[in-house]
Structure formats: structure tokens, C-alpha cells
């Protein structure tokens, strides 16, 4: 397993067909999916519209996304692996353990349909979100689903994208793997990137109490991370780039107030499609910019004696 | 200023081989004379023109996706310690862009040419080609799968999609015009494939893939962009592609062009087991065609990482190797594909590849229209050069390789029947001259008064010449490697052309894309303000 077979948005508003959200409530998390992207707009091989495609909500729970949708599918909570791997069988026309099936909360016949409803799909997509990708299972789910619609390719043509948001995570992403080669959970201590999931992962490190200060701009880990990591940053001198107050900011050493990013400052967006956006301020701030507190930053570092691995030698014979 | 004392110049564009002589460099061209300033003693060297890269893949979406999809290729890759005045990043099959600056200046070349953009992301592109530092840049926009395009074709109206074209050139501040697989990847869209020349593609009922290498040929033409159209041929790595590459050639008669990667189109046989070398056929047919000019596209056996817009060949590459797959279909224009993959030594078609690649670039009798390439990363890591020179250059070496290969694979090439030893001054064309004329890029590739002084210093051992490490490399008359270690310069250029259209063409573009695409008209072309150091060339 391994890969990922995925498109720009628009192929979707072009061509898709059928369109499954699986462990994800665009409806309330990414209100103009439907509209801009996947639902209604009127294609370029799909005239009819919303006429012309078909919605699979796949979750855990009735959504008010289900409201959209033209199937709605309800699993047992944590079944998500299992029902995707019964779906990877279903499509290669393997047999099926039937008690596999009982445990996942849905019917044979239902899981029967689906399955083939994706080999007929002319155009087949599937966004999944942090119901499948951060519950039980994690990568192993995201590496399901994206077999899934690999496989479906020796069939018709099927894609697959995760539903990123969260502000430009996805720039985020984008900017550390041409810098770093790779997209989070980097480390430079050596002088050089590294990476380990689990070990140089954000959370990871917060949580053990690793790290002894902190940089934060563009997220807001006090309202997410566990307990363990918000105390650990309350502990260790963290300072937070936000142009609002929030549940870092209240619990840092510093606070600087910045420009909105899109708002009154410039800069770059990446869609969760991986596609960079210009983005044009409409207003002026007197806050200074991300971009600006950094280089003021860097600025400063520069001017006091380097630590840098290629730099002992020098200090050695100063 | 610099004065260069006393090395031995291999200058073939201006018909120099091997003459000593001392070079001048001030404000960061090759002059007459200078006074004063720093001078390097160059007794016993060699000095070639610095190194220009004509088709590789460096930057961009689809590369990124590559770092992306293999964190696990990195394990063994070379670190680059940030310092001072140097920047992180790690080597390897997909290098980091500060690692790739540095690994290309570190080897002698140049300036490189990125050979995949795709107009939608071409933002993207750029940030990537900002952060690749010392060398200079230049990129081609993927346009052969631009369904705005392959429209106008289908309707017949050449001249409105030589207007879309041009304006879309300017839009994503590129350099020269690819097309990728004609028509095939449109094709992919809905998961065909365009095998044949003269059917129509999936979707349209009279644009074949001819129809479009034809129109884009003579659009380019048209334009006088410095650069002919780029093309990676229709059916690439297949067995039996032979025929697909020979009747490309004759549809572009007539016409310039640059054939990408030819060893990947140089294949005879019916499957995998008959597979052969038809790359004598090739050369024959190219040999007697001179307004064509082509690069190797070797491969070197080891690790490689597939990236190309040829989408339904890397589907079929992940039903093949069964390993990782990415893909990604770009709205309205294009696509990619990235399968990791890794050459070896005793499979019988990773064999006959290795042959084919070096036989062309022997059966090619002009070194000025062959260049050398592994199509970076897809036949080997642009900083495995310096074995393929060694390759061309050491005819005993060569024999010893081939020894090597499995016996089955020696009867399906002619490699072992070739005696042809490339010299210092090929090298310097098939490295430099050649690709920097076929770019067009005036100032590139030679010494002569008012070159740009890009050039690398190499000491003379006994054993040769060590290309993998010149002892100096100049850019732009600032010694940027020195010892071996990379020193901090000043950041690449980056070509583009702006071709004339005109501006009318915006009103037939402006409600056509707020149709198909989902970024609005006005974000779309890439502002100048992005690119460091834009040095726009004329259309002439």
C-alpha cells in the first residue's frame, strides 16, 4: 500500500459523478465545498449539475452533511478500516467474511452497492477528513481509503483527496518539503532536516516536554493539544504571531499582534488541492506582518554568535 | 574582476580545443583584458563552459509531491549543513531546492532547464526555482493536454490558439513550450491513453495526437520562441515505440523540435520479453534530419524516481513494480504521475534501457544535437553525471559494464560493437555548447568576449579528470565552488520570453475559464514580482 491518487478541484467540478465524503462534515467545515467544488456547480462534462452527481456521506454519526447527501451510510465508530477493506474485496470480486460485514453496522448488500456504484462511476472521487485519519486506526485508515481508490483505476477513473483545512496548513506543508524534503515533523537540531513521526511530530514533542521554548504562528495549539502539552507550554517561554487573542496567546510569554494574513497582509494560500492562491490585501493594519516579525527575528539571531555546526571551527580558533 | 591564468580552454562554439590561455572576467562576463583583481593559477587544468541542463525536473508540483510521497528515500541521502551563509536541505534521488543549487554548482553546471510546468501551479513552480540557489533558471510550460487548446485545434482555429498559447506562456512566466504524451493525457482524464498518432483522442472526434504535435509545432514556430517545442513523444517506455517516435518525427517535418528522453522512445520488440534496442534505427533516421536536435534521457542503474505528466504510462508502471503511485490531474491542462523505481543491473529491460541511452548518444554522429541527460529523476540523479561522461569517454569502461549485463540483453543491443570515444571538447558539447544554443540562451555555453562567465576548472590527475569535482566552478565571474565547498553566491537568474499576442484574446479567455476553472481569470498568470531576477528574452 502506499500512494496517492488525487486531482485539482476543478476536475472534480468538471467530471465527478460520484462524489463519497467519508468521516468528514463539510456541510459546517468547509461550507462552500459543495458550491464552489464537488455539489453544484455545472460542469464542463456534468451540464446537468447537482442532477448529474451522486453524494455518499459515510460517518459515524448523522451530520447535518447528511442532509445534502443522496446516501447516507452510518458505521459502527472505529469500523471505518474494516468497511474500506470490505470495499477493496467487494470491487476485486473477493468473498467476503459475512461476520466482518455484521460488525460494521451496514448490510452486505449495501456495501454490495456502493462497490459497484464506484467501478460504474464515470468520474469517482473520495475527500475524507479527521473522522477517518485521527481515529482509530489513523494513517492505516488514510492508507486504506487511499488503496482504495488506487485500485478502482483498473476499472474507471478514481480519486482521492483528504480534506485539509485550518487556515494554509496546506502552504505549511508545501513549503516544508522543498525546504526539508519532508511536510511536518521535522527536526534541525543537527544542522540538518530530519523526520520522525511520533518523535519530531508537534504534539509529540509538547506532550513529553521536549522542547524547552516555543514559536507559534498560525495555529492555536491551546485549544487543541492535550492537557499535558497546553500545561507544558504554559511552563517554557512561548511566544505566539497571531493577530487575535486566543487560547496560546493567553497562556504565552509574548504576544505579538500581527496583520491578517489575506486581510491586511499579503501572501500565498495553498487550496487543500495543493494549488497556491495570490492573496490580495483589502485593508491596511497597523500591525506588521508575519513575514516582517521573522525577519526581524532572524535579524537579530544573526547579529549574536552563531552556534551552527559550521561554525565551530572559527569560534574554536577565536 | 578575475583573471584565469594559464588553463587549457575547451571553447567549441568558438572552434577552441584545448588551447592554453589566459580568461578575463569582469562584471561577470568573459572580457578582453583585465587589470587588477583576483587571479587563479590554472597551469594544468582543463576549463570547460559551465554545464547547462536541458531537461530535468527540479522544481514544481509534481517534484514536491515526489519528496512527499518517499520521506524514506532521504535515509541515505547526503545532509547539507545550514551554516552562516548556507542553507539546510539533503540530497538524493529528489534533492531539497537549496540541496539542489549547490549539488548541480558542486558538479560544474550551470544552469538548468526545469521541463514541467503546469500553468496552474507555475506559481508554485517559481517559489521552488526562488530557493534554487547559484544556478540560473529557465522552464517550459506543459501545453500538448491544454484542453483550451486541443478545443480550438478541434475546431480548427490555429491562429486563436497561437493567441491562447502565447498568452499563456507570459501567464506562467516560462521559457519554451512542452508537450507531454500529445493528447494522451487528456485521454487519461477519463483513463485511456492516446497510442496512435492518427485517432482521434478520447473526447474529440478530430484531434489526433499528429493533429496537436503538428499545430504546436508550428505555433512555436510562429512565436520564434529561442527554444523549438520540447516533446516527449506519445507511447514513452513501451516496447515497440520505435515506430510511435519515427512517425512523430515525420509529422514535425519541417518544423524545429527537441525530442526529451529519447532512450525511453528508442524500443523494439512486441512486450517485455522481445524488448530491444532500435536505438540504431533511431540515430539513423535522426542522423539524416537535422532541424532536430534531442537528449539522451540515459539511465544509470540504481535508484530513480519516476515523475512525468505521462499519466496512464505510470499507472501501468505501478501495475508493473506494484510500488508506491502517486498521480495528479491537473484541471483543463495536464497531469502527473511519480512511481519510485529502481534500475538494475541484471533485468533484462533495465539492461537493454542502459544500452539504448549509451548508444545513442554514440549513433548520434553530431554531439550538437544530443545532449546529455538522465531526464533527472526518472533515469538516474542529475548528480550522477560525471559517470556517463566517464561512459562516453573510457571505451574499455564501457566494455567492462557490459560484461555485467545479463547475456540475453547483449543480443538486443549494439552497444558492445561501438568504439566511439567521446573527447574533452564533445563533453564540453553535448554538456554545454549544444543544449545552450538548442535553448537558445546566447550568452551560455561558450567563452568567447561577452559570454556569461559560467564555467568549471578541473585538475588533471593521473588518473584524468575527476568531473564529479572541478576544483573551481565560476558563475557569473564569482567563484562559487571553491576546494569543493559550495560558497554562498548570488541567486540565479531565471529566463522566461514574453511572446506578442494580442490582448484582445483576454476577453475570449475570461468567461471560457470562470467556466472550467475553479481559480479566478485575474489570479491565474503569475505576477513578475515573484521571480528574482526575471531576465526576459526576445522572440526573434
Given at each position: 500500500m502506499g500512494g496517492k491518487v488525487t486531482c485539482t478541484l476543478g476536475e472534480v467540478k468538471n467530471r465527478a459523478d460520484l462524489i463519497i465524503y467519508w468521516g468528514g462534515n463539510p456541510a459546517e467545515c468547509h461550507p462552500r465545498h459543495f458550491t464552489k467544488y464537488t455539489l453544484m456547480p455545472k460542469g464542463k462534462f456534468v451540464p446537468e449539475g447537482r442532477k448529474g452527481r451522486t453524494m455518499v456521506l459515510v460517518d459515524i454519526r448523522e451530520t447535518p452533511s447528511a442532509k445534502a447527501a443522496d446516501i447516507f451510510l452510518q458505521i459502527r465508530p472505529g469500523k471505518d478500516f474494516e468497511v474500506l477493506t470490505i470495499l477493496r474485496a467487494l470491487v476485486k470480486n473477493r468473498q467476503i467474511d459475512e461476520t466482518a460485514v455484521a460488525e460494521t453496522g451496514l448490510s452486505l448488500e449495501t456495501l454490495k452497492d456502493l462497490a459497484a456504484r464506484m467501478k460504474r462511476a464515470r468520474f469517482g472521487v473520495v475527500f475524507f477528513g479527521m473522522g477517518l485519519s485521527m481515529t482509530r486506526g489513523k494513517h492505516m485508515n488514510s492508507a486504506a481509503v487511499l488503496t482504495l481508490a488506487a485500485e478502482l483505476n483498473a476499472y474507471t477513473k478514481f480519486v482521492c483527496m483528504p480534506m485539509r483545512g485550518h487556515g494554509n496548513v496546506t502552504g505549511s506543508d508545501m513549503v516544508l518539503r522543498w525546504t526539508t524534503g519532508f511536510p511536518f515533523g521535522t527536526n534541525l537540531s543537527r544542522g540538518y532536516p530530519r523526520f520522525n513521526p511520533g518523535e519530531f511530530s508537534t504534539v509529540d514533542l509538547i506532550v513529553r516536554g521536549d522542547n524547552d521554548a516555543a514559536l507559534i504562528l498560525g495555529a492555536d495549539p491551546g485549544a487543541t493539544m492535550p492537557q499535558p502539552g497546553i500545561d507544558h507550554l504554559g511552563r517554557i517561554p512561548t511566544i505566539v504571531l497571531d493577530p487575535k487573542v486566543t487560547h496560546t496567546s493567553r497562556l504565552s510569554r509574548v504576544h505579538i499582534t500581527t496583520a491578517a494574513t489575506g486581510i491586511s497582509a499579503p501572501g500565498t494560500a495553498y487550496r487543500m488541492d495543493e494549488i497556491p492562491l495570490p492573496l490580495r490585501p483589502a485593508l491596511k493594519s497597523p500591525y506588521p506582518t508575519d513575514e516582517e516579525i521573522i525577519k526581524r527575528i532572524r535579524a537579530a539571531v544573526a547579529a549574536k554568535p552563531a552556534w551552527t555546526p559550521a561554525a565551530i571551527p572559527a569560534r574554536a580558533t577565536a | 574582476m578575475l583573471r584565469i591564468a594559464g588553463g587549457r580552454v575547451y571553447d567549441p562554439a568558438n572552434g577552441i580545443d584545448g588551447v592554453v590561455q589566459d580568461l578575463c572576467i569582469d562584471g561577470g562576463r568573459v572580457v578582453g583584458d583585465v587589470h587588477g583583481g583576483r587571479s587563479i593559477d590554472a597551469s594544468g587544468m582543463v576549463i570547460l563552459p559551465g554545464g547547462v541542463d536541458i531537461h530535468t525536473h527540479v522544481a514544481g508540483a509534481a517534484l514536491n509531491f515526489a519528496r512527499g510521497l518517499t520521506p524514506e528515500n532521504y535515509r541515505k541521502a547526503v545532509p547539507f549543513l545550514h551554516g552562516p551563509e548556507r542553507r539546510a536541505g539533503l540530497g538524493g534521488i529528489t534533492p531539497t531546492t537549496f540541496a539542489t543549487g549547490y549539488l548541480y554548482a558542486a558538479m560544474g553546471w550551470t544552469t538548468v532547464n526545469e521541463a514541467a510546468v503546469p500553468i496552474l501551479s507555475a506559481r508554485h513552480t517559481h517559489e521552488e526555482l526562488r530557493d534554487t540557489p547559484v544556478v540560473d533558471k529557465a522552464s517550459l510550460v506543459l501545453m500538448a493536454n491544454n484542453e483550451i487548446v486541443l478545443d480550438l485545434l478541434e475546431a480548427d482555429e490555429l491562429e486563436q490558439a497561437r493567441e491562447v498559447v502565447a498568452w499563456l506562456i507570459w501567464a506562467a512566466k516560462c521559457y519554451g513550450v512542452k508537450a507531454v504524451n500529445p493528447g494522451g493525457v487528456a485521454a487519461w482524464k477519463w483513463g485511456k491513453n492516446a497510442s496512435n498518432l492518427h485517432e482521434p483522442i478520447e473526447g474529440y472526434s478530430r484531434v489526433t495526437p499528429a493533429k496537436i504535435i503538428a499545430g504546436l509545432a508550428q505555433i512555436v514556430d510562429d512565436l520564434r520562441?529561442?527554444?523549438?517545442?520540447?516533446i516527449h513523444c506519445n507511447n514513452l517506455g513501451i516496447p515497440g515505440n520505435i515506430s510511435t517516435t519515427l512517425e512523430t518525427m515525420r509529422v514535425l517535418d519541417g518544423h524545429r523540435a527537441h525530442l526529451a528522453h529519447l532512450q525511453f522512445h528508442a524500443y523494439g520488440g512486441d512486450g517485455w520479453g522481445t524488448m530491444r534496442s532500435e536505438a540504431s534505427t533511431l540515430a539513423d533516421y535522426f542522423n539524416a534530419h537535422t532541424s532536430f536536435s534531442c537528449d539522451a534521457g540515459a539511465i544509470l542503474f540504481g535508484d530513480a524516481m519516476t515523475i512525468t505528466a505521462d499519466g496512464p504510462w505510470q499507472h501501468l508502471l505501478h501495475q508493473l513494480t506494484g510500488r508506491k503511485w502517486g498521480n495528479v490531474d491537473v484541471e483543463n491542462e495536464t497531469g502527473c504521475g511519480i512511481v519510485p523505481y529502481v534500475y538494475k543491473g541484471h533485468n533484462l529491460v533495465n539492461a537493454v534501457q542502459w544500452a539504448a541511452g549509451l548508444e545513442l548518444l554514440l549513433l548520434i554522429k553530431d554531439p550538437w544535437r544530443i545532449f546529455l541527460t538522465t531526464d533527472h529523476p526518472n533515469g538516474a540523479g542529475f548528480w550522477r553525471y560525471p559517470e556517463l561522461i566517464r561512459l562516453l569517454m573510457d571505451v574499455e569502461h564501457r566494455r567492462d559494464c557490459l560484461k555485467k549485463l545479463p547475456k540475453r540483453a547483449l543480443r538486443r543491443t549494439v552497444l558492445a560493437d561501438l568504439d566511439r570515444k567521446y573527447t574533452l571538447s564533445d563533453i564540453a558539447v553535448v554538456t554545454s555548447a549544444g543544449p545552450a544554443r538548442a535553448l537558445g540562451l546566447t550568452a551560455k555555453g561558450h567563452l568567447g568576449v561577452?559570454?556569461?562567465a559560467d564555467l568549471a576548472i578541473y585538475a588533471q590527475g593521473p588518473d584524468g579528470i575527476s568531473f564529479g569535482r572541478p576544483r573551481y566552478v565560476i558563475k557569473e565571474g564569482q567563484v562559487v565552488v571553491e576546494d569543493g565547498e559550495v560558497r554562498p553566491a548570488s541567486e540565479g537568474r531565471e529566463f522566461l520570453v514574453r511572446p506578442s499576442y494580442d490582448e484582445k484574446i483576454e476577453e475570449y479567455l475570461r468567461p471560457l475559464f470562470q467556466k472550467v476553472y475553479t481559480m479566478s481569470f485575474d489570479n491565474y498568470p503569475v505576477e513578475?514580482?515573484?521571480?528574482?531576477r526575471p531576465d526576459v528574452r526576445a522572440c526573434e
Open positions: - | 520562441l529561442p527554444h523549438p517545442l520540447h561577452g559570454a556569461d513578475m514580482e515573484r521571480l528574482t
